[in-house]
Structures are given as structure tokens and as C-alpha cells.
């Protein structure tokens, strides 16, 4: 995915007037969280980060809803002029929009991170390997493939939600049999593809074989500053699915599902 740094001075400033503030909110496919040194937006539509740094992002929470909170440590940091060029950055990309009635378009919980990750302990299951789950997953993997080559974040991200709705059941997040499925998945995984720098891929296919045997579980994109790194993860309840909660804790959740 792209990734790009806005900085206000190097940009011309067209715009006469500023909105008022609190009269613009980030677009629906639009996702943002507050890093240590800056707010990383994740646009959907795009696939496409955008970092603004600590300065501007100081400045904007006053003018954006919903922007995420940042706390100045140092009365530079925080600027009493407006921000003019910055938000008209942010517009001219489609990343802000007039404020409105709050969009009910995507699943409430995505941008919700459940309160810890644990460790899944695999070692206690055997993993049972059939026909069927060896179908499962090449579909699944094929599916993921195709879903990243043809499809935005955004897409990716409402037909998962959609499927949940359809799939939410009584017994979809029982954890014994989330914990079979996985030692399976893993099992097989070896096999076909690698995770090392395939992260994306390996949620969207663990989460698409869950779904074929009727299980569901959270797509989690997070993101971390100084250097800047983004990562993905499956996780249900406080249990991480094909990561260690050690490495994910180092990210910032800005994309739940």
C-alpha cells in the first residue's frame, strides 16, 4: 500500500476561507488513528496511507469530528493559526467531507479494538486435515489473491462485513472450534505461501476459510510511526489468531472489521 506525508508548507493555499470548525468529519472511507509523532489516515477507496504530522495534527482537532486526540507535551506543538493549506489538502483528496448524520455504511465494531491479544495455543489441538479443509483453503487463498488484485480496501472491507451479518450465529465464535480451524489453516499454510511480508493476504484467507466453516473473527489493520510500518491480524475476543500478541501490541488498530 502507498504511503505519503503531508506537510502543509509545501502546498499552496487557495482557499480564502476556512470551514467553521467541527463542520467537517472524515469521509466514510476514511480511517484514522493517533500515532506518537503523528495521525495516520487510511484511505480505503485508495489503499493508500497518508501520515500528518504532529504539528497539523494538533491544529485540525479542533476543525475535524471525530479526529483523533493528541496530547501537546510542548506549547509550540500547538499553533493558533488555521489551518487552511492542511485542510485543503485533506478535501482536494476526498478525505474530508461536510459533517452529517453519522454513516451506519460499515460495521459499528470496526473501529474497536478488543481490550488485549493472547497467544493462541495451537500445540493442544491436533490439527484435523480432510479433503474438504484442503479445498477450503486453496479457495480461501485464491479468493484472498483475487480480492487484493482486483478489489480497494473498501470493497474488501463491506463484503466482509456483510458476511458477518450473514454468518452471526450462537456458536460462529466459539473459540474450541476457531482453535481447530486455525491449526488447521496453519498446518496447511507452510505448504502453498509464506506470511513473511504477506500479512494482508494471510488474514483475508484465514478469514475466508473461518467463513467456510461457518466461524467468524475480527480483520484488524494496524499501523505504527518512527519508521512507519502497517501490519494485519485476525483476532477474536482477546485472542490473537496468526500472530504473536507481542508484535501486534506494537501497532495502533485503524481498521477493525
Not at 501520515?51 to 475535524?64: D, F, G, V, Y
Not at 490439527?127 to 480496501?153: D, E, G, T, Y
Not at 470493497?155 to 466482509?160: E, L, N, V
Not at 506494537?250 to 472489521?257: A, D, G, S, T
Request: net charge positive; hydrophobic share 45%.
Amino acid at each position: 500500500m502507498d504511503f505519503e506525508t503531508a506537510n502543509a508548507s509545501d502546498r499552496e493555499n487557495t482557499m480564502q476561507d476556512a470551514p467553521s470548525k467541527q463542520r467537517l468529519e472524515l469521509a466514510s472511507h476514511v480511517r484514522a488513528c493517533a500515532c506518537e509523532s503523528c495521525v495516520v489516515l487510511l484511505d480505503l477507496r485508495r489503499s493508500r496511507y497518508l501520515a500528518i504530522s504532529k504539528p497539523e495534527a494538533l491544529q485540525l482537532c479542533s476543525w475535524i469530528k471525530g479526529w483523533p486526540a493528541l496530547e501537546a507535551q510542548h506549547d509550540h506543538e500547538v499553533s493558533p493559526s488555521i489551518p487552511h493549506a492542511t485542510l485543503q489538502h485533506l478535501i482536494a483528496l476526498e478525505l474530508l467531507t461536510r459533517a452529517g448524520p453519522a454513516s451506519a455504511a460499515m460495521d459499528a465494531h470496526e473501529q474497536k479494538l478488543p481490550a488485549a491479544s493472547a497467544d493462541l495455543d495451537q500445540a493442544t489441538t491436533a490439527p484435523r486435515i480432510s479433503a474438504r479443509r484442503v479445498l477450503r483453503f486453496l479457495s480461501s487463498s485464491a479468493h484472498a489473491s483475487w480480492c487484493l488484485r482486483h478489489q480497494s480496501l473498501w470493497a474488501i472491507a463491506h463484503a466482509s462485513t456483510s458476511r458477518r451479518h450473514k454468518l452471526l450465529g450462537p456458536n460462529t465464535e466459539s473459540m474450541r472450534a476457531i482453535q481447530s480451524a486455525c491449526a488447521a489453516y496453519a498446518a496447511l499454510r507452510p505448504f502453498f505461501f509464506s506470511t513473511q511480508k504477506q500479512c494482508l493476504h494471510d488474514s483475508l484467507a484465514l478469514l475466508s476459510f473461518l467463513a467456510t466453516e461457518g466461524l467468524l473473527a475480527r480483520w484488524v489493520i494496524g499501523v505504527k510511526s518512527g519508521p512507519f510500518a502497517a501490519h494485519s491480524w485476525l483476532q477474536s475476543g482477546e485472542t490473537v489468531l496468526n500472530d504473536q500478541h507481542e508484535r501486534v501490541r506494537q501497532f495502533r488498530p485503524i481498521l477493525v472489521v
